[in-house]
Structure formats: structure tokens, C-alpha cells
């Protein structure tokens, strides 16, 4: 949850934005074999702007990463 985040009413800065938000972050390092290696996560996050219940902007709601070492 955030409070006083900056947004611009009637084209001026005021601190009266709010925000709330959840999710998880799921991580998994496996060494499959002597010389390989597995690293991924998976990461979910939810959040709204309170005034309007619109999903934030720039705020990712998904993200997944898969790499072989």
C-alpha cells in the first residue's frame, strides 16, 4: 500500500495519490548436472490505483525468466 504519491490535479504536483498492490515472487535454482545449470523465477503483482481501480501503469504484472548456465 502507498499514500501521498504525487499526481498532478489541475496541471499542479499535489501528494494525494494512493495505491495499493500485492503478489509473489517464485524463485528455482537447480543444478540438473555437473556442468548445467537452471535459474528461473515467476513474479505476479497486482496493483491498483485506489481512486479510479485502474491497474498502475509501468507496473509489471507478470514477469517470467528462464536461464541455462
Known sequence: QADDL?????????NVGKQ???GFEFELNWQA???FKLRSY?????SKNKKT???VHDAPQ????????
Open 42 to 46: 515467476y513474479a505476479l503483482q497486482l
Open 62 to 69: 507478470r514477469s517470467f525468466y528462464l536461464a541455462g548456465d
Open 53 to 55: 481501480n485502474v491497474d
Open 6 to 14: 504525487i499526481e498532478y490535479v489541475s496541471g499542479m504536483a499535489q
Open 33 to 35: 548436472a555437473k556442468n
Open 20 to 22: 495499493d498492490g500485492h
